[in-house]
């Protein structure tokens, strides 16, 4: 079962900031934190992933609390083309070791 | 560099019919393996995951199967397709650790008739 917990929609302006939360209040101190996003009729998509600092790529930064029991997507500047369901995922460990598990995820719709 | 190649791309069979969507990767070695489905306006859900050859977990109940013949390759079969089989399923590959990302195929999209 995934092991974070998001927002089920949010919604965003083009061209402004959006951030979306996950929390991880169950995250081991190995778990590092994943973030893929799946557009309609395609696969997910590797958006970015970290284990204690914050992280920045091309696509996004990834703000994670000291604690780590929770974490934040940050897009800088929401274009229509980021409408996408967002999914927060810890590893999760099965009869034959970690394995990857999604959740519901977060639906971003960006309005312009 | 790594690939992963899932076909085919679209899949439509009738109902009772047998299926084999095959998944290889490329580019790695001991690769976890995964097959997810997702209906339509769902989530995605882990079919089958694998550490190894030989070591494939079922994670729901279902009419479907998997198999490992290879380090990276990865088949998913059915031997009597349902209506409910009908889907996008998607084949992935990660490493053991889950400590970089991992990779998907473009996905299948099936549809039983």
């Known amino acids: 079962d995934a092991k974070t917990t998001q927002p089920n929609s949010m919604e965003s302006n083009e061209e402004e900031p959006v951030h979306l939360p996950c929390n991880h209040s169950?995250?081991?101190?190995?778990?590092?934190i994943h973030w893929y996003r799946q557009l309609p009729s395609q696969g997910p998509e590797y958006v970015i992933h970290g284990l204690t600092s914050n992280v920045n790529n091309r696509m996004a930064s990834l703000a994670i609390a000291e604690d780590r029991k929770s974490s934040t997507l940050i897009l800088h500047r929401a274009t229509l083309r980021d409408a996408a369901v967002y999914y927060c995922?810890?590893?999760?460990?099965?009869?034959?070791?970690?394995?990857?598990?999604f959740g519901a995820g977060t639906i971003l719709r960006v309005k312009s | 560099s790594q690939t992963i190649h899932q076909w085919p791309a679209t899949l439509v069979q009738p109902v009772g019919s047998p299926l084999s969507l095959e998944c290889t990767v490329e580019?790695?070695?001991?690769?976890?393996l995964y097959w997810y489905r997702q209906a339509a306006g769902r989530g995605l859900q882990l079919l089958f995951y694998s550490v190894g050859i030989g070591q494939i977990s079922s994670e729901v109940p279902q009419n479907l199967s998997a198999s490992r013949p290879q380090d990276r390759q990865f088949i998913l079969s059915s031997k009597k397709l349902l209506l409910s089989d009908s889907g996008f399923y998607l084949c992935?590959?990660?490493?053991?650790?889950?400590?970089?990302?991992?990779?998907f195929g473009q996905g299948t999209r099936l549809t039983v008739v």
């Open positions: 580019g790695t070695s001991n690769p976890n």
């Open positions: 169950t995250i081991s101190g190995t778990d590092y």
């Open positions: 992935a590959w990660s490493n053991k650790r889950l400590n970089t990302e991992a990779f």
């Open positions: 995922i810890l590893r999760d460990v099965g009869e034959y070791g970690n394995k990857l598990v």
